[in-house]
């Protein structure tokens, strides 16, 4: 179906693009992309993905917003405190850009429900803030063959790198297992600044867009990671896939889904970064 003249002009500054144009617009309009989270990360990602006209965009959360989510949290409101995150991302994705259908999933992600939600989306972004859904999705991801963005922010650092299944390092090649609780401080704990989860977000956003269309570089084999303070973005690179890793190898040791069970967190250290 052609994009109407309305979408045209929405999406003007995409088609004058060559590494765009209208046929990877066409491919945006088409794709499904789910956002796990609709939290700091979360919420740049679905506004901007929503805006670049991502055809179905799913959007889940278990919790409600809080007024200390506000701080970076930027699709939800004032007046959104109460309400269910998913819903409140949805109503500020669906103003911003009425021609994309929201799917809205107000549940836990869990080993029970993860593949099912997955298996209908084109790619995966974790907007989560701790390690257990992070090895999670990674897991579910794998095994269902889908690639996905994962990130973490803590503090004035974030950090970012994009996996295909199979093709790029997984998680669990760089991390190989969650830290022992405690061992990581939560943000509630370490704290972050509100502006290091729009860059990183947005980061996500774009690695999305990028997959989508084909356009540009994607972060596979390596982790772009961020210090606010210092305003310096590094790469750091993955030779190849771990030929012992846990889940992505030729002999997986993890056949079924984990549910572990950690305290909230956001940046990880792992010995081969």
């Not at 919790?63 to 200390?68: A, E, G, M, N, Y």
């Not at 996905?148 to 790029?168: C, D, N």
């Amino acid at each position: 179906m052609a994009l109407s003249n309305e979408e045209l002009e929405r999406y003007s500054r995409h088609l004058i693009l060559k590494e765009i144009g209208y046929k990877g617009q066409k491919k945006l309009s088409e794709a499904k992309v789910l956002i796990i989270g609709a939290g700091g990360l979360g919420a740049p990602a679905a506004m901007y993905l929503a805006a670049a006209g991502v055809g179905t965009i799913g959007i889940a959360d278990s919790d409600v917003v809080d007024l200390s989510n506000l701080q970076r949290q930027v699709i939800h409101t004032t007046e959104d405190i109460g309400l269910p995150k998913a819903e409140s991302a949805a109503e500020t994705m669906r103003a911003i850009n009425p021609n994309v259908n929201v799917k809205t999933y107000n549940e836990l992600i869990c080993s029970e429900n993860i593949l099912g939600i997955i298996e209908d989306y084109d790619f995966i972004l974790d907007g989560t803030d701790n390690f257990p859904a992070k090895f999670l999705i990674n897991d579910a991801c794998v095994m269902a063959n889908k690639p996905f963005t994962h990130a973490g922010i803590l503090r004035f650092t974030g950090q970012i790198m994009t996996v295909i299944p199979y093709e790029s390092p997984c998680y669990r090649c760089v991390f190989e297992n969650p830290p022992k609780k405690g061992e990581v401080p939560t943000c509630r704990e370490a704290g972050v600044i509100g502006a290091m989860a729009g860059v990183v977000g947005s980061l996500q956003a774009l690695e999305a867009v990028k997959y989508i269309t084909g356009a540009g570089e994607l972060l596979t084999g390596k982790m772009l990671t961020f210090d606010a303070l210092s305003m310096n973005f590094r790469t750091v690179p993955f030779s190849k896939r771990r030929e012992d890793c846990q889940i992505c190898s030729d002999h997986p040791t993890i056949t079924e889904l984990i549910d572990y069970e950690q305290s909230t967190c956001d940046i990880s250290s792992g010995k081969n970064v």
